[in-house]
């Protein structure tokens, strides 16, 4: 019972939702100016402290029907993997450091930089063996989206100022609207 | 009245002005296909050249083509990569991206176009003749009864959702309390936001849906050893067939009823459409449990309710100058800009214009037909990229278009973390749908709720009694309406167990 | 005909401030001018919003006089804070602005809790681009024929009449909270999602007063759907309705500056230009145009009167906050 993963998965909800419930106080903050019911209808603990016990109960229900032997649990909604050579799991925890890094460094490195590197170790783990081609796409293709999104969506996308002081007077002579 | 109508048919009657909306819809739609580029953005960097441009059958169709193109563009990368570019096509994501695994991409494609036209043509021309009695109707619709239905449909939600009625509820729950974190509606408290400037709006939804519907593909794609070969689909696959257009045609119908009905009440919106017309496919349907894998049905019913949504949120922008939401503030600037003046007004003043605009309107989407019909093929061609290319362009895609929703870099965090939710999810069996529908109405339902208690004074049940009776019949009838369906879901459930599944 | 002669005068100005610069630069290191490359006006408000619109009519025209793009760059969320907070991280060199109104400006550090700026000490004031002035208004079937009907009755029955506003501590709660203060009545606020909305219920009737900047409400004046009761500001801007100072509220109730401001650390003589260059927009024909195509004014003061407002603005606010949390 306690290997199946949707009984983990409940149980670790629970947990949050018990944690939640119980460091309430300190987790909502409370109006520095008290306000009456007149100007503010809500208080702002009411709702996320009943939807809280909500969910202690139902997964109490859930727990409480596996305790007692209903088995409904149909199993992974998807077929097996193929060709799942077990060094799977390996490659995925590496995926997610890779991701998890580069999300945390996009802001320093900026936007071309760190999608070449997120690119470069995604094809690698997702088995690309031609070199040139992982390095041509991703070079290359950030840097149309780059240009893309600043000058045609213009919305801003974060980049280096060394980067953006080449590319700006590139940019310009570009048509945009 | 008629020769309004009639003078704004001659009105419309012009070529530069279709160019413009051709121009438009195709703009709207590489817009929508960009995941993360919210309509309303790229309507606003546009909106200078339909200012600018100085005619008002010129400037507001153009902008209109770039929200209904956006609509349909949203359900591209939602089919062919697994990852809703706007949020309205989430409900496409599950079938859609189903049928391009089974090697069917251009036939989800088309019928996710057909069911938008067809659908977006119906309740436009609804909109068109029913636009004063709609009026009317719109304004009845006041917070209690918007929060009675939303409640109708958390529940609906979640009694409909793949797997027993707990984890529906479950999800459901946690769903809503995520809605929770950031400032409250009411006095902007922070909540579970452990001070931080960044959790101060919550959660975004769109990193949220890119995480739990296309990060877990690329963990699979990962994972799997299936490395030097594995496309996502060898081939795009035949194009949709008359016959099956036609066996969808009732849930097409039913989910512009719908569609059209979600689009009167304020502050629902495409993606609650969406999920009711994909729901009531599923309980009409005969075969409920192919919904889910690989139903064409389910495609057609969620893109034929998110398109009919549009017709009717132009009604009260139209007659009484309120914008409903985001889109409709922006085509009020722009028609104000343009001299018009959306109110009760406007009819008299400016009938034959707006008529005509409504009218190009209606036509955009027969042009929106053709471009369609023509691009796909160029779309699809994309699933014929082999997987070890096109799993980094996803992801570089995923980040990219998180970051562009809100240039928030903590929106990156939720992506990777709404990412190993949505594995964890799949690997215990849940739907994730209640989650998201908790989510997105949660905080809503929480400040209609809190304006009805506002409005209602010192008794509520006096209130409801006397002065809501629309609102306390939904929520009466709710837990009725709810324990039937889901009875006959458990049914339906049992006996596909049964059979094998 | 007033074109030309600005036509003129910015050819002379421009060919002495050619001759001094050649002087310059014949004399010491190039000193290139201000604006160089363009410049970045932070907007933290909903895309499609007013402050949206009023910002894309100014900054396509006032490009003409600077020379160089103002590119708006949207930051929606959070109360403006996340906007706001960038602004004034940014670095000084008058090539980051910033766009917002006076709630956000003098009224918040009241009303909201962790700040991480003082946004009278961190900004200074470029421009107040206009204003909006909001109108208190009624259903057009409504009981109350003049302000005094409303004001009687809500001194019959407090805390039972409604107002729909459009947000705690926006534009129409903010005068809502004077008028109770002022006049000593107590209303039910009811919060909704926006103008649009606030103006909705009233129409529906789930509310029995709001208010609304009347160009959102011309159309429905007209057609005898709402009838105001009385306007922000000490004189009469429509004949026949008092002014909310004539019926004893403050004066500055109802007003909502739109302003743009910069660190206050950026450097004065590109304040002095940009403030120049602002005060030369008003006299553009085209920029007038469209600016009342949007049904917004174009009152104008510049940077330094309103950093006077801006405090007197600041003192009141807190004296309000204070007034409303004894309700």
């Known amino acids: 019972m306690f290997r199946k993963a949707d009984f983990r998965l409940v149980a670790g909800i629970l947990l949050l939702a018990v944690v939640a419930l119980a460091l309430g106080q300190w987790l909502i903050a409370e109006p520095p100016i008290n306000l009456s019911d007149d100007i503010s209808p809500l208080n702002p603990r009411l709702f996320p402290s009943l939807v809280l016990v909500g969910i202690v109960v139902v997964a109490g229900f859930f727990i409480a029907n596996r305790i007692r032997g209903v088995e409904d649990f149909e199993g992974e909604l998807e077929p097996a993997l193929a060709g799942d050579d077990g060094g799977g799991t390996k490659r995925l925890l590496g995926f997610l450091v890779l991701v998890v890094m580069c999300a945390l460094v996009i802001n320093t490195l900026g936007f071309l930089t760190t999608m070449f590197v997120l690119m470069l170790g995604t094809s690698l783990l997702v088995g690309n063996d031609s070199i040139a081609q992982i390095v041509a796409f991703s070079a290359g293709l950030p840097f149309v989206i780059y240009v893309l999104v600043t000058h045609v969506l213009r919305t801003s996308l974060p980049e280096l100022d060394a980067i953006e002081a080449v590319l700006v007077p590139f940019l310009g002579t570009l048509p945009s609207f | 009245m008629l020769e309004a109508l009639l003078a704004g048919f001659e009105a419309a009657l012009r070529v530069d002005t279709f160019i413009w909306v051709s121009a438009g819809l195709l703009l709207g739609m590489l817009m929508g296909a960009m995941p993360g580029f919210t309509t309303t953005m790229g309507m606003s960097v546009l909106m200078p050249i339909a200012f600018l441009v100085g005619d008002p059958l010129i400037g507001i169709p153009f902008l209109i083509g770039v929200y209904k193109g956006g609509i349909y563009g949203g359900s591209v990368p939602a089919i062919l990569i697994s990852m809703p570019g706007t949020a309205a096509s989430v409900v496409t994501v599950m079938d859609g991206h189903e049928l391009t695994k089974k090697g069917q991409p251009r036939k989800a494609l088309d019928m996710g176009l057909a069911a938008s036209v067809i659908s977006d043509f119906i309740s436009d021309f609804l909109t068109l003749i029913l636009i004063i009695p709609v009026a009317a109707i719109v304004l009845g619709f006041g917070p209690p009864e918007i929060a009675a239905i939303m409640f109708m449909s958390l529940v609906i939600v979640s009694v409909t959702a793949t797997g027993p009625v707990l984890k529906g509820l479950l999800m459901l729950g946690f769903g809503f309390w995520l809605s929770f974190v950031g400032a409250d509606p009411f006095s902007a408290m922070e909540r579970y936001t452990f001070g931080t400037t960044e959790l101060y709006d919550g959660f975004h939804l769109i990193p949220m849906l890119i995480g739990l519907f296309a990060l877990p593909e690329i963990f699979n794609a990962v994972r799997s050893g299936d490395r030097k070969r594995g496309r996502v689909a060898s081939l795009v696959g035949d194009r949709l067939s008359w016959k099956e257009l036609k066996a969808s045609m009732r849930t097409i119908l039913r989910s512009t009823g719908i569609g059209t009905a979600i689009g009167l009440v304020p502050g629902l919106g495409q993606t609650v459409a969406a999920m009711m017309g994909y729901i009531a496919a599923k309980n009409a349907s005969k075969h409920p449990e192919t919904f889910g894998k690989g139903e064409i049905d389910g495609v057609a019913a969620a893109e034929a309710a998110n398109n009919a949504v549009n017709g009717p949120t132009m009604v009260p922008l139209l007659t009484l100058g309120i914008p409903g939401d985001n889109v409709t503030a922006l085509l009020l600037g722009a028609f104000m800009m343009q001299g018009l003046r959306p109110g009760p007004t406007l009819f008299e003043t400016s009938g034959a214009t707006v008529f005509a605009i409504l009218i190009v309107m209606l036509f955009a989407n027969v042009i929106f037909w053709f471009i369609g019909y023509y691009t796909i093929p160029l779309f699809s061609r994309v699933v014929t990229i082999k997987k070890s290319l096109l799993i980094p362009i996803t992801i570089m895609l995923a980040f990219t278009g998180t970051y562009l929703a809100r240039s928030n870099p903590f929106d990156l965090v939720t992506l990777v973390g709404f990412g190993i939710i949505g594995l964890a999810a799949r690997k215990a069996a849940f739907d994730v749908m209640p989650m998201v529908m908790g989510f997105i109405l949660g905080r809503e339902l929480e400040y209609s709720f809190g304006q009805t208690l506002s409005l209602a004074g010192d008794s509520l049940l006096r209130f409801a009694f006397t002065e809501r009776l629309g609102m306390t019949a939904i929520v009466i009838a709710t837990p009725i309406l709810g324990t039937l369906i889901g009875l006959r879901m458990n049914r339906l459930r049992k006996q596909d167990l049964v059979r094998g599944g | ?327």
């Open chain 3, 1 to 327: 005909m007033a074109h030309t002669s600005v036509l003129l005068f910015r050819t002379a100005r421009g060919a002495i401030v050619g001759i001094m610069l050649a002087l310059l630069l014949a004399n010491g290191p190039a000193l290139a001018q201000f604006p160089e490359r363009p410049i970045t006006l932070i907007t933290p408000y909903a895309a499609g919003g007013s402050h949206d619109l009023n910002a894309r009519v100014f900054t396509t025209y006032i490009q003409r006089y600077l020379g160089q793009p103002v590119v708006i760059k949207l930051v929606p969320g959070q109360a403006g804070q996340k906007g706001t907070l960038e602004a004034v991280q940014s670095s000084p060199d008058g090539y980051t602005l910033i766009f917002t109104d006076n709630y956000r400006d003098q009224l918040y550090q009241h009303t909201f809790g962790t700040r991480h700026y003082d946004t009278t000490e961190d900004l200074i004031a470029v421009a107040r681009v206009n204003y909006g002035q909001v109108g208190i208004i009624v259903r057009g079937d409504s009981p109350y024929q003049t302000w005094q009907d409303f004001e009687a009755d809500a001194k019959a029955r407090p805390g039972e009449l409604k107002m729909s506003h459009s947000g705690l501590w926006a534009a129409f709660f903010v005068a809502g909270a004077h008028i109770m203060k002022d006049r000593d009545l107590r209303l039910r606020m009811v919060p909704y999602r926006g103008g649009g909305p606030a103006k909705a219920a009233l129409l529906a009737g789930d509310v029995d007063i709001s208010a609304a900047f009347p160009a959102t409400i011309l159309a429905d004046v007209e057609a005898g759907l709402i009838r105001i009761l009385a306007t922000a500001g000490a004189d009469r801007t429509i004949p026949d309705v008092p002014s909310l100072a004539e019926l004893g509220v403050s004066p500055t109730t109802g007003y909502m500056h739109r302003a743009v401001m910069a660190p206050r650390a950026t450097p004065a003589d590109r304040i002095a230009r940009l403030r120049a260059e602002f005060a030369e927009l008003q006299s553009d024909p085209d920029y007038r145009a469209a600016m009342m195509q949007l049904g917004e004014n174009t009152e104008y003061l510049d940077g330094e009167p309103y950093e006077d407002e801006r405090r007197a603005l600041g003192r009141e606010y807190a004296e309000l906050a204070a007034a409303i949390a004894e309700l």
